[in-house]
């Protein structure tokens, strides 16, 4: 038997020129039982649809054992956080605007200040507040003599 029309839609085929008649022609051509042996190498390509459908497919059963995995109950592990587990960004943001607060300050005073031990005589010249120790003891040497009943000098020194 002469299968010249087959190897010519065969060439169409790889060339992509073949319509869909033609393409139905060669499935039912390769489904039959004898193919010869010069085209059986092309069967599993024309027959792949065909035995494809009736390969794939989901299980009876699967549609239960979908159904189990859903309705499966989880345990919820709920956790309590406490006021300070909440605030605990707050605090550390707190703490970092502290610290550089902090140095901030230090920063300046040691800056500001041309040498810490260096003594200002002007200073340290001021009359402090408050009573000056000779006026102390004055005053305890007049006392000490009214308590004595004695005549208190003029000037006492």
Same mark, same amino acid.
């Given at each position: ?73 989880? #345990?919820?592990? /709920? ?26 300050? /230090?920063?300046?005073? /040691? ?15 001021? #009359? ?5 120790? /000779? ?15 004695? #005549?208190? #000098?003029?000037?006492?020194?």
């Amino acid at each position: 038997m002469d299968y010249k029309y087959i190897e010519q839609l065969l060439e169409l085929y790889w060339n992509a020129e073949t319509s869909l008649e033609e393409e139905n022609i060669l499935r039912t051509f390769f489904s039959q039982k004898d193919v010869p042996a010069s085209l059986l190498q092309y069967k599993k390509l024309f027959t792949y649809e065909q035995t494809q459908n009736q390969e794939v497919g989901l299980g009876s059963d699967f549609d239960s054992k979908m159904m189990e995995l859903i309705h499966e109950p989880t #345990p919820v592990k /709920a956790r309590t956080i406490s006021i300070t587990q909440r605030l605990m960004p707050l605090f550390k943001a707190a703490a970092v605007v502290a610290i550089i607060l902090t140095l901030g300050n /230090a920063a300046q005073v /040691a800056f500001n200040q041309e040498d810490p031990y260096e003594v200002n005589m002007a200073d340290a010249q001021k #009359p402090s507040e408050g009573p000056s120790m /000779a006026a102390v003891s004055d005053s305890l040497k007049v006392d000490t003599l009214k308590k004595a009943e004695l #005549p208190v #000098p003029a000037i006492v020194k």
